[in-house]
């Protein structure tokens, strides 16, 4: 359990300036919170907005949201539990100080025990809560999968749980859809419309492109968030933007940066070898 807790972890990130707004994907989101959904995943690989498009979801509710961007450190199921109470109470201060004391103890309750004091706790508040876990494909251990999916077995109506992933997590997605309690959004959903795709690269990134260049582009990185940013960022200074458009492809040196970085984090984080 850390001895001081690292604040950020538990604040929503700041919505960018110039942000490409996306009601439909909004009204999604807001529809499974309407219906009383259990869980809310959004579930697709790196650069596609995951982050972004939760930030402006919550950004926009009148019920409070409490969150927290996971690690790998979370993968201590104590750690994990100290964090997701903390996130709650940034919402609710006085919420599972109890649990937190127990958490504490030289021997500590099972973990089950820890989250049924910590749902009896959510019962009685009057407003609810939306709690998201980003980063959720960071968690890699049986026990933290089991501790989410005895809280999504037990979530009362005062609670819905958010988690944002690169890969769905073990816990009981096909049984949630199949009780109608799911609501999911996946690379195929989010990646940029045309439309967006246009407003992203003409009016956030400042590019002049022409219609027919928006769209070779956009068929090219397939609607692929990071993609149009880095090809954005490759086309800044350029006079001959249809040009280096054709050019643009996976091997492009941007793109390539991108994935590289990406690897590269998935083995400092995972510990092992890319083979």
Same mark, same amino acid.
């Given at each position: ?169 073990? &816990?009981? =997605?096909?049984?949630?859809? %199949?009780?109608?309690?799911? @609501? !999911?959004?996946?690379? #195929?959903? +989010? ?17 002049? &492109?022409? =219609?027919?260049?928006?769209? %070779?582009?956009?068929?090219? @990185? !397939?609607?692929?968030? #990071?993609? +149009? ?47």
């Amino acid at each position: 359990m850390p001895d001081t807790l690292l604040r950020t972890k538990l604040y929503v990130p700041p919505l960018r300036p110039n942000l490409v707004s996306r009601p439909q994907l909004i009204d999604k989101l807001n529809q499974g919170l309407q219906l009383g959904h259990k869980l809310t995943l959004v579930s697709a690989p790196a650069g596609f907005g995951k982050t972004t498009l939760i930030s402006e979801w919550v950004a926009g509710f009148e019920r409070p949201a409490a969150w927290l961007s996971l690690d790998k450190g979370d993968n201590d199921t104590t750690r994990f539990l100290t964090y997701l109470i903390a996130a709650l109470q940034t919402v609710e201060p006085n919420m599972g100080e109890g649990t937190l004391a127990a958490l504490r103890a030289p021997q500590p309750p099972s973990t089950e025990s820890i989250l049924t004091a910590l749902l009896n706790d959510i019962v009685t508040i009057p407003d609810s809560i939306v709690l998201a876990l980003d980063d959720y494909h960071l968690i890699d251990v049986q026990p933290v999968d089991k501790a989410v999916t005895f809280l999504l077995e037990n979530l009362p109506p005062q609670l819905l749980l958010v988690v944002s992933t690169r890969d769905d997590p073990k &816990l009981p =997605v096909a049984r949630l859809r %199949a009780c109608g309690q799911l @609501t !999911e959004l996946r690379a #195929a959903d +989010l990646h940029f419309t045309s439309a967006e795709a246009a407003e992203f690269l003409n009016q956030v990134m400042g590019l002049n &492109l022409a =219609v027919e260049d928006v769209a %070779a582009l956009e068929a090219r @990185t !397939e609607g692929w968030i #990071a993609g +149009l940013q880095l090809a954005a960022i490759s086309m800044q200074g350029h006079q001959d933007s249809s040009s280096l458009i054709k050019s643009f492809t996976g091997s492009h040196r941007f793109v390539l940066d991108y994935l590289i970085e990406e690897v590269l984090a998935s083995v400092f984080r995972f510990g092992h070898a890319v083979s």
